[in-house]
């Protein structure tokens, strides 16, 4: 099969020749990709998009279908400070700009492809349910008020007029107005189809890669249990909490691992907060549909995506308490999604400098649906050899796992 686009976004001259690759089972019917990316949630099908844009031939493989995992669980929370209670790091600017970039990036998704990702700019409340909390706000309200306006400390009297909901256990609140959340399944698919319009050929269902091999000046083979076999020229990994993988297969360790987070919804309460609400112990999200998300746990069950009566049980038992009309109801839900975690809890974006032909876009943890628009123009710089202009991209590079010559992974 030609590896030539089929869609709108023409291949750069030079770029993309269609090639057959001798490999250990002699010459097969390899399918070729210019920029081969290997996962489709968020993080793969917004690089995709990105990619083709900017005139590359893409193809995504997804092992199961397109945002199936942590992007079609998450709770779609854009919130770059309730992510950030501690200072202005290099992730802080990271997800920062993202936000910033998110009203025209989903602006352009909707008007190309006509779904909706219900962003909604309902601003949030870091509610305090002890005096011991205020400390860490009053400290939040200092460094993040020279990042963004309108902060501000809430007493409990006015918290409670403006989320009448919140029992009055909360003692007051940091309200954020500019933080905002989309519909991360609906995200994904306006995503979805955002790719097909520009050319991306899109494969679901490719299974597991079975093998991956470099071929001297030639590029990358990538074997698939489902889907055939792939030679590209780059091959970007944004397999999530998969990402690991690719250390069977190539001299590079990539240390990404699973956290599970179980989450849950109350249907049918028709508008129930303002805002976002998050707390020490759980976060809300209401949705357009009327529905009520409440999350998240952070344990560590290897690849097990079931939720489990304890972990929705403690999710039912911060809601009763922080909001009492749902005092009593079981959820209408229950579902889990596994976060892409790394030692530092930031993600890996980036060359890998031992195999050329690799990008890393993956381990975003908590924050894979608000990294989407910077880490798709990250990959893109990235594929065309462009450094960023932010000054803060190398620190999300695979080096700052380098101990002494060796990579410092999961083992
Ligand atoms: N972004 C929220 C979570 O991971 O639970």
Redesign the pocket.
Known sequence: MSGASKGSAEAKPGRGIAKSVQSAGGVKSTQTAEVLILGGGIIGLSSAWEAAKRGFRVTVLEAEAFGGQASGA??G?L?PFS?NPESPDAFFRLCADSHSRYPDWVRELEELTGHSAELQRSGSLNVAFHEADFLSLRARLEWQSRHGAGFELLGAAELRRREPKLSDRALGALYCPGESHVFAPKLVGAAEEACRRAGVRLVAHAGRVTGMERVAGTGVVVRTAGAGSWLADRVVVCAGAWSGFVREWLPVDVPVHPIR?Q?CAYDGKGDPVRHMIFSSQA?WVGKKDGSLVC??S?DVAGFERSVTEQGIGRLKRWSDRALPFLGGIPPSRGWA?L?PATLDGWPLIGPVPEVSELVLACGH???G??LAPSTAALVGDLLEGKAGEKGYENAFGIERFCVAGTRRGLG
């Open positions: 998450a709770a929370m919130a992510e987070g989450i976060y999350g998240a952070e999604g976060r943890y908590r924050n649906i608000l």
